[in-house]
C-alpha cells in the first residue's frame, strides 16, 4: 500500500526510522516516499537526525499517539496497570523490549483520570510490596483503600476485627491508621478501645465501615513503634541470626531493610550475601524464615537452625504419608 496514511502509520510505529527502512515497509517509489517526508518535516510531525551516512527521520514528541484506550477501565483498574507497567519496565531496562515498556508507559500516563498527587499517595503505602511475592492471607481490595483513605485524610475508621491467638471477633472497633507496612501485610493504627498504637492483619479486617470521622492528631514514632521487633511482635531474648541468602533473592536484602539491626557482612563471588540481624522473638523471626524456603540458610544460631529443621522433617514426614 502506497499512500500518505499509511506511511504516517509506520513513522508513528516505529518513532525514528531511515528512508531505506521506510521504503522498504511501503509498496511505492522512492521519489514517493520522499514527497511524503518532506510534507510530513513542513508539519512539524517530523525531524531530519544525521548519523554519520545515514539519514533518520524522528518522530516529535508531541506527535506520539497513545499505544491502547483506557476509557473503559476502572480507576484502580487504571492504578493496577499503571504500577504493573512501572515494574515490568524496571526488569525490561536491559532488554530488546525497555524502548516498547517506555512507549507504552508514556501512553497510559496520557490517558490517566488520576491525579498525579494521588498516584504518588498509593505507591507510598504500596513501597513495601514485592511483585511476584503474593501473601499468604488473602486482603480484601475494599479494606486496603478503607485504611489508605483514612490514613491519608486522618479520619476514624470502624472495623470489624478478628484477633489472631483466641479468633476473637471484636464489633464496631475504632481505629485511626497511621501507617501501611505491606512488607507485613499489616497497618498501624491508634485503637481507641487500648488507648495506644497496634498493628493490625488486613486480613483479619472483617468488616470495615463506610462511615468515617474527623480523627484526632495524636504524635506516632515509627523508628521508635517498631524498634528491636522482627516484623511486628516483639519478644524478651536478644540473640544474634547469621543467615546465607541464595544470589537469586540477595537484591531483595541489598535494596530492602527487613530489620533495623539488618547488616550484610559479605558479598560472595556466587552472588550470595551473609547476612546479620540482632533480634528478640523466635516465633517471627522462625515464620519470615519460612518464607524465604531453601533460599535463606540459617548459619546461627544452632538452635533456630535445629527448629527449622524439626519443621522441614516433619512436614516432609505429613506428605510422604500420602503416598
Known amino acids: 500500500m502506497c499512500d500518505r496514511d499509511e506511511t504516517a502509520k509506520i513513522i508513528i510505529r516505529e518513532e525514528r526510522i531511515s528512508r531505506q527502512d521506510l521504503i522498504g515497509h511501503l509498496d511505492c517509489s522512492s521519489r514517493q516516499v ?143 491508621p497511621v501507617l501501611i507496612n505491606l512488607s507485613s501485610w499489616t497497618f498501624v493504627a491508634w485503637c481507641h478501645k487500648k488507648g495506644k498504637h497496634l498493628d493490625f492483619k488486613f486480613s483479619r479486617v472483617l468488616e470495615v465501615s463506610p462511615e468515617m470521622e474527623q480523627a484526632r492528631l495524636r504524635p506516632f514514632n515509627p523508628q521508635k513503634h517498631f524498634q528491636d521487633r522482627f516484623s511486628h511482635l516483639a519478644g524478651n531474648t536478644r540473640y544474634t541470626l547469621t543467615l546465607i541468602v541464595a544470589p537469586e533473592v540477595a537484591t531483595y536484602f541489598k535494596t530492602k531493610k527487613y530489620h533495623v539491626s539488618q547488616n550484610i557482612l559479605a558479598e560472595h563471588e556466587d552472588g550470595s550475601l551473609t547476612v546479620r540481624f540482632v533480634v528478640i522473638n523466635d516465633d517471627e523471626v522462625a515464620s519470615f524464615l519460612r518464607s524465604w524456603g531453601p533460599k535463606v540458610e540459617v548459619v546461627a544460631p544452632l538452635k533456630m537452625r535445629k527448629r527449622l529443621l524439626e519443621e522441614a522433617e516433619a512436614v516432609a514426614e505429613k506428605y510422604k504419608k500420602l503416598h
Do not use: C, W
Not at 58 to 75: E, F
Not at 109 to 136: K, T, W
Open 34 to 176: 520522499d514527497r511524503f517526508i518532506q510534507y510530513f518535516l513542513r508539519e512539524d510531525m517530523i525531524k531530519k537526525e544525521k548519523v554519520g551516512k545515514e539519514v533518520y527521520y524522528v518522530l516529535n514528541p508531541d506527535q506520539r499517539q497513545p499505544a491502547l484506550s483506557l476509557i473503559r477501565a476502572t480507576k484502580n483498574e487504571q492504578l493496577v496497570l499503571l504500577m504493573a507497567l512501572n515494574a515490568a519496565r524496571q526488569q525490561l531496562m536491559r532488554t530488546p523490549l525497555a524502548k516498547d515498556a517506555n512507549r507504552l508507559l508514556h501512553a497510559v500516563n496520557q490517558q490517566l483520570e488520576i491525579e498525579e498527587a494521588e498516584i504518588e499517595d498509593l505507591q507510598e503505602d504500596l513501597v513495601g510490596f514485592r511483585l511476584g511475592d503474593p501473601p499468604l492471607e488473602e486482603m480484601h481490595p475494599d479494606v486496603f483503600f478503607a485504611v489508605h483513605k483514612a490514613k491519608k485524610e486522618n479520619k476514624t475508621l470502624t472495623i470489624t476485627y478478628q484477633t489472631g491467638r483466641s479468633g476473637l471477633i471484636t464489633r464496631n472497633r475504632k481505629v485511626d
